[in-house]
């Protein structure tokens, strides 16, 4: 059987938007995944500092900062772990504070450190979260099934996932955030740790998603990938938005010539110190 | 140190002190009423102290069984030890070393106040005791080490660790267990004392087997015996399994990257609301793990002997019920403690469930309908044997159950505290409070259970305690003080 997820996912995301109550897929007036504005968090100190930032619908877009930058932070913020000090979020015109559900219910959330449950199968685990988002049994078997083949874990669908390597739990780990067709998924470093075979495989999924016009957000410190993948990059510093834009965009800010998306990163941080 | 540092250390110190003190007035109390050893030596006080000794060792094997099988299984530093150019036979040795005096330290936490209230009341000759508990220590130990390495060999690396630890769990509990079912054979009840029915089934004064106890009473040969047997035993099986460790301990590191458990179908996709999905995924969780279920059920053990007196009494003449309902209500509290803590602690997954679009009201009923099911599929065929021997009781005993299950439930909700479903054993050391709290609760209900069954309005005095109770607890807990106003 032969899964078009492009159908299927225009299919998925209506009968979303008809459960979120209009407010989703059929939203076509809003161009914008993400917008955050005046997002701030403190722990000890200023996390998230007063940030702006807004994803257009079917980007992929890539967040970069150095340690301790706020990046984790604000997309924990975004996927609802954190509940930030003040400041506004909207996923697709959806208040992401006001009415938080309807906000999960097109977002997905793929953390660096997997989490799975070791005494279920990825097939079991599938099916869970497909419970969860509400996604009806057919529509998620056949998901899970093609998602499972895409991935390489269909000879392992039955097998329980204690044994499983840490690339095998990230693969499912992001099967799980697309089993249920989100129309934003956010990833916190989701190359750490992973194989070439696996971090290709990962990526191809979320090129694919990006043209069925899903928009992916992903923090990461492998700048190599951010500068293949991303059709627009932000950089945070000291929990602000430094720069925002393509590379050439960035390469004009920071001065940098022709040189790499590293070079053009450790020069924008740096003016950004001095400016400091 | 800090001066808070300092002021924290003098507090513990202080708290360390009034609980030995405590344990020596409980040792007073129970030995000055209960056994009533005078030192005579006779048949009647060897075997209360054999059956004394016999008690410590089943904990004291059970304890070495899971701190060995630890030895074994835990990774930490064991990687840069191995490939380090140490000998493993010396780091066996020392480990072994470690966990007996370990054992030794926990058994002369407990054992002392009684050996040293025994000393005050009967003289210093029971001084004696504290060279029979060090070689009972590390008999354990070597008996601990002879089983798992038997088990290493019976069933291999991959089982081990969980059978282990189900064996360890087994001992402890069999000695008082067995004594429970000898009382029922006997007596035909549980509430009798323990030693009337060893003095009955125990052997005659010159029997091996009240050795240890001569041993405790000074008698020379018997103390030099069994102090060597224990200083032997420990060596020897030091001596055989310490060049065998490296081998044993590589096999357990690789049991995880060993062969796959797979389904024998293919898994098909059932459909459910978030609610059902919640609650199938704890259900599958649960039987799946054959440790946790071991470590969740093990209180259940205790509930034996008292199923047993009620399968008797289906045979026989009613009258037995009126005591099981405050066993049955007390289990359920600890059973309930036990699932609650995995279902809303134990999440490991818990950003997935934080970020599907459930309300977390609604996650927190699905898992506490998963709790009480269980509790209820565990307790429902016990409550209906009780119903048709003493109705009264049996609904007594519902209704107890179910309170003690949903306290201890809201309990682990009140002192949540994210950590993996393998931490389970360390559940009782996360909060002290929530630990006390399940136990005065279960206690509480039970009690309140007890004279419920009895037909006594005074049922409702604890009960009031309890919710009292219930109710300063969830005002210090977490849960309440991080509510939003």
Not at chain 1, 71 to 94: C, E, H, N, Q, Y
Not at chain 2, 69 to 87: K, M, N, Q, V, W
Not at chain 2, 103 to 121: H, K, V
Not at chain 2, 249 to 268: I, M
Request: charged share 15%; proline share 4%.
């Amino acid at each position: 059987m032969s899964f078009d997820f492009h159908q299927t996912n225009n299919r998925a995301a209506a009968a979303l938007a008809r459960r979120s109550g209009g407010v989703g897929m059929n939203d076509k007036s809003s161009p914008l995944a993400l917008r955050i504005r005046g997002l701030a968090k403190s722990f000890e100190r200023p996390a998230v500092d007063g940030l702006d930032l807004c994803v257009p619908a079917g980007e992929f877009y890539s967040l970069l900062g150095p340690n301790g930058a706020g990046k984790t932070t604000t997309m924990r913020m975004v996927a609802g772990l954190l509940a930030p000090d003040r400041g506004s979020i909207s996923i697709f015109g959806v208040d992401a504070l006001a009415d938080p559900i309807g906000a999960k219910r097109i977002m997905a959330w793929v953390s660096d450190e997997p989490m799975l449950y070791d005494q279920l199968t990825p097939t079991e685990y599938l099916d869970f979260v497909a419970g969860l988002w509400g996604v009806e049994a057919k529509l998620a078997e056949a998901r899970a099934r093609e998602l499972l083949s895409w991935l390489g874990l269909a000879p392992h669908a039955d097998e329980r996932c204690a044994q499983f390597s840490k690339g095998m739990r990230q693969k499912l780990a992001l099967a799980g955030a697309l089993v249920h067709e989100p129309r934003l998924i956010i990833l916190d470093e989701p190359f750490t740790g992973l194989d070439a075979g696996s971090s290709r495989v990962v990526k191809d999924v979320l090129r694919e998603r990006v043209r069925a016009g899903c928009s992916v957000i992903m923090t990461t410190h492998i700048l190599e990938v951010a500068e293949r993948m991303a059709d627009r990059i932000g950089v945070m510093s000291k929990g602000r938005l430094i720069a925002d834009g393509r590379l050439d965009e960035l390469r004009v800010r920071a001065g940098s010539g022709d040189a790499s998306l590293e070079d053009t990163f450790l020069a924008l941080v740096a003016q950004d110190r001095v400016a400091a | 140190m800090t001066r808070g540092g300092r002021r924290r250390g003098h507090a513990a110190a202080f708290g360390f002190l009034a609980f030995i003190l405590f344990l020596h007035g409980l040792a007073y109390v129970f030995l000055s009423r209960s056994t009533g050893l005078t030192g005579s030596g006779d048949a009647r006080e060897l075997v209360v102290i054999a059956g004394m000794l016999a008690l410590a060792f089943s904990a004291m094997l059970s304890q070495a069984m899971e701190s060995v099988t630890r030895a074994f299984y835990a990774r930490g530093d064991l990687e840069l030890i191995l490939t380090s150019p140490t000998t493993t036979a010396r780091l066996f040795a020392v480990r072994i070393c470690a966990i007996s005096a370990t054992i030794l330290s926990m058994s002369l936490l407990f054992a002392a106040p009684f050996i040293n209230m025994q000393a005050w009341l009967g003289g210093a000759r029971w001084l004696c005791a504290y060279a029979v508990v060090v070689a009972l220590s590390m008999l354990a130990v070597a008996v601990a080490i002879l089983i798992v390495g038997a088990l290493f060999a019976a069933i291999g690396a991959r089982r081990t660790r969980s059978i282990s630890q189900i064996v360890a769990a087994v001992i402890g509990a069999a000695f008082a267990i067995g004594l429970q079912f000898a009382a029922i054979v006997s007596f035909g009840t549980m509430a009798v004392p323990r030693f009337a029915v060893l003095e009955r089934l125990a052997p005659g004064g010159d029997s091996l087997i009240l050795w240890p106890a001569r041993a405790v009473f000074g008698e020379p040969a018997a103390l030099a015996f069994f102090i060597g047997l224990g200083v032997v035993a420990l060596a020897a099986v030091i001596g055989v399994f310490a060049p065998r460790f490296g081998r044993l301990a590589l096999a357990a590191g690789g049991v995880s990257h060993g062969a796959t458990k797979k389904s024998r179908k293919e898994t098909r996709f059932r459909g459910a609301s978030p609610a059902q999905a919640l609650r199938r995924k704890e259900w599958s969780l649960l039987v799946r793990d054959p440790w946790l279920m071991s470590q969740t059920l093990m209180q259940l053990l205790y509930l034996l002997p008292a199923a047993f007196l009620l399968w008797r009494s289906f045979f026989s003449e009613g009258g037995v019920a009126t005591f099981l309902s405050p066993i049955l209500i007390m289990a359920a509290g600890q059973l309930g403690g036990g699932l609650a803590w995995l279902a809303v602690s134990g999440e490991d997954a818990p950003e997935l469930i934080a970020t599907a679009p459930v309300p977390g009201n609604n996650v927190l009923r699905a898992k506490t309908e998963a709790v009480l099911v269980g509790v209820a599929i565990v307790f429902a065929p016990l409550v209906l044997m009780l119903a048709a021997v003493a109705p009264f009781a049996a609904l007594v005993s519902l209704v107890g159950l179910t309170v003690a299950a949903g306290s201890a439930t809201a309990i682990q909700y009140w002192f949540r505290a994210q950590a993996k479903r393998s931490h389970f054993r360390r559940r009782q050391t996360s909060s002290r409070v929530a630990t006390f709290a399940e136990a005065l609760s279960s206690n509480g209900w039970a009690g309140a259970g007890a004279l419920a069954v009895t037909g006594t309005w005074l049922a409702v005095v604890p009960g009031v305690m309890v919710v009292a109770m219930l109710a300063g607890v969830w005002w210090i807990s977490p849960a309440r003080c991080s509510a939003p106003n």
